[in-house]
């Protein structure tokens, strides 16, 4: 009896003794940007591209502390010129260092009319300062075969490239 | 100075190169916005992208624009036996005015036609010329015999007057 007293009392003792221990921390980026780039279609019969729309992208990316080398990130797609349009893409990124990573989307343009395809894509971080902003550059290209927006049974092609302001907070 | 420690000015002045050719890109001569398109969005209101151009909407009815009135319009029913009857009736201007589709035309009449038509009763061994006049040459609506429906003149389906309709039509505009 007096033994399990007394190791009971130790527990209790190390229990309210003890430091918590420290969790996994969400590690935020994001950033603004603005984007353009080219689009190819066989709707196209003169010529071999076309303009793509220019957009304002606004990426964000959510990583662990304890895995800063991949992560979820989200972009919001406004596309201002010469039609409007709003849009998201989920993408998985990987990071090769500070100032390159990878990604893969699904970027979904959602009015007015819907856009459905895949990208993939790469993401050159230029720092400057000591305050852990740098500047993005994000060549990509993407495949759009579904949607309402899309005339007929035909695909979309995009070439873009984006550039911006990225910072983690 | 450690290689991996580059001056701050250097990664300026790579961010504005690529911010530059990033630039170019909006600006490439080559490529247009216009006609062609790509996206159904990418069209005007009142256009669809059709074959990766915008063209305008053909609607539900084609309307042959021309207005509902009170002109004679003088009518020249075959048969498919061939027989040619001479015919003059009033339109029905409660319709749309839509015409039946253009198909072989008979014998035309004698009044001097502003402009013609030729329409056939849809599903039927009939064929008409429609002639609109002036309206000064009145002609009394004969008979108009043909294997359709009864009454039918020049459009099809919509419920045209009858015979002694057009004939009392006629006497009061004459």
Known sequence: ????TVSLATVVVMFFLCRSAAAQRLVTGGGIGIGTGLQRSDLIQEGLFQRARTRIVV??????????????????IFEVEPKVGFGVEPRYQRWFGKMLSGFVGVPIILVPKSLVGVDAGVDFHLPFGKSGMSIFVEPSIAAMPFGTDLPGDHLLIWGLISAGVYGQF | MDNSEKPACHSWQNALILSAISALAAFMPACSYGDPCLRTTDCGSGLICSEGKCIVDPGDNPSDGSPPSDVIVSVDASTSDGATRD??????????????????????TSD????????????????LDVTQSDGTDARAAADISSDTNS??????????????????AVDAAG
């Open chain 1, 1 to 4: 009896m007096t033994r399990w």
């Open chain 1, 59 to 76: 990426p964000l990316d959510f990583r662990s502390d304890e895995d800063m080398s991949q992560g979820l990130g989200i972009v919001g």
């Open chain 2, 87 to 108: 015919t003059t009736s009033i339109p029905d201007t409660s319709s749309d005015t839509a015409t039946p589709p253009a198909d072989s035309s008979s014998d035309s």
């Open chain 2, 112 to 127: 001097p036609a502003v402009d013609s038509r030729d329409g056939t009763s849809d599903g039927d061994s009939a064929s």
């Open chain 2, 151 to 168: 009454g039918d003149v020049g459009n099809a389906g919509d419920g045209g007057m009858t015979v002694d309709a057009i004939a009392d």
